[in-house]
């Protein structure tokens, strides 16, 4: 059983919010932002909490007193890249947002548990009890597996699911190819199938109309 000293949880909060048109980590539910509703659920998770952002001044005004900021750097040109350095962080081999998967690859460079949770920021409809229920699973995933995430027809969800820390050497060498899609880098390797009981939990907050629907 996956406890809470082993397993850290990644919000990552950096995206373009183009849909939307304002920034979705700040929209307000029930008069609280969903960042920090996202953060909460985290917090039941896990001991340390990361929110990966390249604007970590956007959000310092919230109360997230139990999460550390990791500031994104971004990468100039997209066929450059970014290496492991010896202080326990990635470096850009050069210098705007470059996806989720590389602000995930920054966050993961920080974990020190075997296990992380990796939450977007745009999910309403979190629910603890199921997050609580796939961490104790942890314990009974395949060595050879590198996350543990729920499965739809087109594809993983891999902004809410599980990675082995041990993955971000993989991860840092398809970044290094150009690689951008989390799709892509999964098809790769073994992945764990997380049994999906309450499917609503994955509802992410795009648009307008999905922010109608939870507010
Ligand atoms: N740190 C970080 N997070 C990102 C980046 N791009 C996307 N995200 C996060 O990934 C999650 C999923 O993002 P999407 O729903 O695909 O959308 P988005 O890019 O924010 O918005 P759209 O422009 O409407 O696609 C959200 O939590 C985003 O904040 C990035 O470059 N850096
Ligand atoms: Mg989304």
């Given at each position: ?48 909490v990361y929110v990966v952002t390249p604007w970590p001044e956007r959000y310092q005004h919230l109360l997230l007193p139990h999460c550390e900021f990791i500031k994104e750097v971004s ?141």
């Amino acid at each position: 059983m996956t406890t809470h000293s082993e397993l850290s949880v990644i919000v990552l909060a950096g995206g373009k919010s183009s849909r939307m048109g304002r920034d979705k980590a700040l929209l307000p539910i029930k008069g609280v932002t969903l960042l920090q509703r996202v953060c909460n659920i985290a917090e039941s998770c896990a001991n340390t909490v990361y929110v990966v952002t390249p604007w970590p001044e956007r959000y310092q005004h919230l109360l997230l007193p139990h999460c550390e900021f990791i500031k994104e750097v971004s990468l100039v040109n997209e066929n450059v890249g970014i290496q492991e350095n010896t202080e326990n962080s990635v470096t850009p081999l050069a210098s705007t947002t470059n996806g989720p998967l590389v602000g995930f690859a920054q966050g993961l460079a920080k974990v020190e548990t075997e296990w992380v949770l990796l939450l977007a920021c745009d999910l309403p409809r979190l629910q603890v009890e199921v997050l609580q229920a796939w961490a104790a699973g942890l314990g009974n995933v395949e060595d050879e597996a590198i996350a543990a995430l729920a499965h739809h027809p087109k594809g993983w969800e891999p902004l809410c699911g599980f990675y082995r820390r041990c993955c971000l050497p993989q991860l840092l060498e398809f970044i290094n190819q150009g690689g951008r899609s989390f799709q892509q880098w999964l098809k790769q390797y073994p992945v764990e199938v997380l049994p999906l009981p309450a499917p609503e939990i994955l509802f992410n907050c795009n648009t307008p109309e999905d922010w109608t629907l939870v507010r």
